[in-house]
């Protein structure tokens, strides 16, 4: 049973161009989400976050979008740069779980391709 | 401040085996979970320990276990390795009431 589901396994897009990437989940008492960035023979490295009482967050380039009613989310990266090659990870915590320090239950991935 | 440390970084066992990996976790921080993860798949949760009591716990058999030491370092001990053991082991500290739990470069066990 996935609970977070990332339906791309990947995606290309040029450099300065926008990055959207997409994660829908299930389990409605999830109200914590966070997106993650990973290169080969690195750990995941925390890029942003939502609250469920939000809809959206921005962080520079970086801007995550929540539809609770769809149970969806999405990471915008504009502009996209080289740099931002990588595999991408929706993340999500259940209620109280941020106070005991985050048990996350992670999608599969996208791995994204920015072309120069 | 240092970040997450994890050791050994590769590591490979026969099916049967004890392995130990060991984990220390970003100055301050008084929770580390313990992830695996496949090849071609998102992280899963093992377990979490919080001020060294296990706090928490995935779909994992007993067979993984762990500890959490006074200075928040940690251990995955995991017994009778089976060959779907093989995989990236990722360590993550987190600070209670805070939201983002920071992750070492990992483990990579191969079960042969």
């Known amino acids: 049973d996935q609970q977070v589901k990332q339906n791309s396994p990947s995606l290309s897009v040029q450099e300065g161009r926008i990055s959207i990437l997409n994660c829908d989940y299930t389990?409605?008492?999830?109200?914590?989400f966070l997106w993650y960035k990973k290169y080969p023979a690195e750990g995941p490295t925390f890029l942003i976050s939502i609250s469920s009482i939000k809809d959206k967050n921005e962080d520079g380039r970086f801007t995550v979008f929540l539809n609770k009613s769809a149970k969806h989310l999405s990471l915008h990266i504009v502009p996209s740069q080289p740099g931002d090659s990588a595999v991408y990870f929706c993340?999500?915590?259940?209620?109280?779980?941020?106070?005991?320090?985050?048990?996350?239950?992670f999608g599969g991935g996208t791995r994204v391709l920015v072309k120069p | 401040e240092t970040g997450v440390t994890q050791s050994p970084t590769h590591l490979i066992k026969t099916r049967g085996q004890q392995v130990t990996l060991r984990c220390s976790s970003q100055s301050g921080h008084n929770t580390v979970s313990w992830y695996q993860q496949a090849l071609g798949q998102g992280p899963q949760f093992i377990f979490q320990?919080?001020?060294?009591?296990?706090?928490g716990r995935g779909n994992f058999p007993p067979r993984f276990s762990g500890l959490q030491f006074p200075n928040y370092s940690s251990e995955l001990n995991v017994n009778a390795l089976e060959l779907d053991d093989s995989a990236l082991y990722l360590c993550?500290?987190?600070?209670?009431?805070?939201?983002?739990?920071?992750f070492g470069q990992g483990t990579r066990l191969t079960v042969v």
């Open positions: 993550a500290s987190s600070q209670t009431g805070h939201t983002e739990a920071f």
């Open positions: 320990y919080y001020r060294e009591e296990e706090n």
């Open positions: 389990n409605s008492m999830f109200d914590y």
């Open positions: 993340a999500a915590s259940g209620p109280g779980q941020r106070a005991a320090g985050n048990k996350l239950t």
